[in-house]
């Protein structure tokens, strides 16, 4: 049998409606499309959807971790591990410019994976700290953005943080705080100087994941941008980059859509792959 392609729709809040197109099987047979969270081995990394007819939906009320899901049909009587659902037509016109209501905000993308299959892509996160309009002067980025499940208070920052540390080392991650500044409706900014986090030689690429600490003491909020319809930002928004003596920043999204900044060595083959600018 061939794989099953599933058309879906998503909404602003949070559902996702998945129709089967074609023959999925034995009409009379019960079959279910089955959502497996990549790198999961627990009963909570698998979620269920019974096919009612052709269709079937993943409720906003049911609770689906942060992570990968591919989606599988499986039949009654077939393959308990399922075939692979193609994507068909992606309605996600609902996802952008999202504003979450009370709780923990929780995203769902539905999106095509790279080898053809259907996935899906899950956020939960509280609070949750929305990047928006980055601006790029004087050799630094002011970022602007919302703050939800969480209110800057005094003494507010802005982290940078470099690598993870270790126990068994005694080391600890690079950091550099500036200012947060807060605004209505949780709005805040902050201007992140590229200078301070090249304060030794850039001798390979590094990484600085940025943070909001909304007050001291208060858990760090990762930043990132993910209330709109791109399950990757990795490779789709890029920004010019700050050219300086024996290196480059730039700010960047991870694959994961969190907010960072790189720096480069200011070698020939650096400065061609990191000319381009923002879509």
């Known amino acids: 049998m061939s794989a099953p392609t599933a058309h879906c729709a998503a909404d602003a809040a949070g559902n996702i409606v998945l129709d089967l197109a074609g023959d999925p099987g034995d009409p009379g047979a019960a079959s279910e499309l089955v959502l497996r969270r990549r790198g999961g081995r627990t009963p909570a990394d698998e979620v269920r959807l019974r096919l009612t007819g052709r269709r079937a939906v993943l409720d906003h009320g049911t609770p689906v971790a942060e992570g990968r899901w591919d989606i599988v049909h499986v039949a009654e009587h077939g393959d308990r591990e399922g075939q692979p659902v193609r994507p068909g037509a992606r309605d996600v016109r609902a996802l952008v410019d999202r504003v979450p209501g009370d709780g923990p905000v929780t995203v769902r993308v539905p999106y095509p994976t790279a080898d053809g299959r259907l996935a899906v892509r899950s956020w939960v996160r509280s609070p949750h700290a929305e990047a928006g309009a980055i601006h790029l002067a004087d050799g630094a980025m002011t970022v602007r953005g919302v703050l939800y499940g969480a209110e800057p208070g005094h003494g ?79 490779n789709v928004y890029v920004y010019p980059a700050h050219r300086a003596d024996g290196w480059l920043a730039a700010p960047c999204y991870s694959g994961d859509n969190n907010l960072r900044v790189r720096l480069d060595p200011a070698g020939p083959a650096v400065r061609g792959a990191t000319s381009r600018t923002a879509p």
């Open 156 to 234: 507010a920052a802005a982290e940078a943080r470099c690598g993870t540390g270790s126990r068994e080392s005694g080391t600890a991650p690079r950091t550099h705080r500036v200012p947060l500044t807060g605004g209505p409706g949780g709005g805040f900014g902050f201007t992140l100087p590229y200078a301070a986090l090249a304060g030794r030689p850039v001798t390979a690429r590094q990484f600085w994941d940025l943070w909001l600490l909304p007050s001291p003491g208060a858990p760090a909020v990762r930043l990132a941008r993910i209330l709109d319809d791109v399950w990757d930002r990795g």
